[in-house]
T-cell receptor, first 116, second 114 residues
C-alpha cells in the first residue's frame, strides 16, 4: 500500500512569485487536506478537498487555492508569495466519510518552501 | 475559536524514565483526539487516537493516552522511554462539525538521553 506522497521535496521562490505543490493520496483515500507548518509550530489547517470540491477552509487568504483531481490527487497553489509563506506544507489523506477510519488523517513527508 | 494547548515545549529525560506530555483543548462538544509523532527527518506518524469508548487508549511503541472529558485533556504517557523516542510530539483535535479538520498544538520536543 502506497502512502501519501508529495512533490517537490524542497522549493525556493522569491517574493511575489507563484507556486504549485502536489500531493497523491494514499490508496483508497478520497479526501485530501493541506496544512502549513511554520518553524517551531504545529501544523495549521489550510483547506480540505472531497469529491473535487473544497470542503472546509482555515484562516488563510484567497491567494491560497487548491484543486482535487478525479484520481483524488491534489494541488496547492499559492499566489503572490510572501516571506511568511516560508514553511513546510503538509498533505494528509483520509478515507471516505462514513467508513471506519474516515476521521484519521495520514500525512505525507511535506514540501519545504523557502521564500526569499 | 477552538484551540489546543501543549504546555511542555521541550522535555529532556534519561532512558527508562517515565513520560507524560500534557494536552488540553478548549471545546465543550464532541471531539476526536490524536497524538502524532515526528521523528527527525521523517513525516508525521499517527501514535494513537481516541474517538469514543474506553478513555484509556493504547498506541504504537508502548504509548498510551487518557481522555479526561471533565478536564478537556488527552495526556500522552509512556512508562519507560528509550533513546529512539527522541522526536517532536503533536496533540491534535478534530471538533464536531469541522469537516474533520485537525487543530494541532504547538508540539513538544522530547529529547531522551542515553
Amino acid at each position: 500500500e502506497t502512502g501519501v506522497t508529495q512533490s517537490p521535496t524542497h522549493l525556493i521562490k522569491t517574493r511575489g512569485q507563484q507556486v504549485t505543490l502536489r500531493c497523491s493520496s494514499q490508496s483508497g483515500h478520497n479526501t485530501v487536506s493541506w496544512y502549513q507548518q511554520a518553524l517551531g509550530q504545529g501544523p495549521q489547517f489550510i483547506f480540505q478537498y472531497y469529491r473535487e470540491e473544497e470542503n472546509g477552509r482555515g484562516n488563510f487568504p484567497p491567494r491560497f487555492s487548491g484543486l482535487q483531481f478525479p484520481n483524488y490527487s491534489s494541488e496547492l497553489n499559492v499566489n503572490a508569495l510572501e516571506l511568511d509563506d516560508s514553511a513546510l506544507y503538509l498533505c494528509a489523506s483520509s478515507q471516505p466519510p462514513g467508513t471506519g477510519d474516515a476521521d484519521t488523517q495520514y500525512f505525507g513527508p511535506g514540501t519545504r518552501l523557502t521564500v526569499l | 475559536a477552538q484551540s489546543v494547548s501543549q504546555h511542555n515545549h521541550h522535555v529532556i529525560l534519561s532512558e527508562a524514565a517515565s513520560l507524560e506530555l500534557g494536552c488540553n483543548y478548549s471545546y465543550g462538544g464532541t471531539v476526536n483526539l490524536f497524538w502524532y509523532v515526528q521523528y527527525p527527518g521523517q513525516h508525521l506518524q499517527l501514535l494513537l487516537k481516541y474517538f469514543s469508548g474506553d478513555p484509556l487508549v493504547k498506541g504504537i511503541k508502548g504509548f498510551e493516552a487518557e481522555f479526561i472529558k471533565s478536564k478537556f485533556s488527552f495526556n500522552l504517557r509512556k512508562p519507560s522511554v528509550q533513546w529512539s523516542d527522541t522526536a517532536e510530539y503533536f496533540c491534535a483535535v478534530s471538533f464536531s462539525g469541522s469537516a474533520r479538520q485537525l487543530t494541532f498544538g504547538s508540539g513538544t520536543q522530547l529529547t531522551v538521553l542515553p
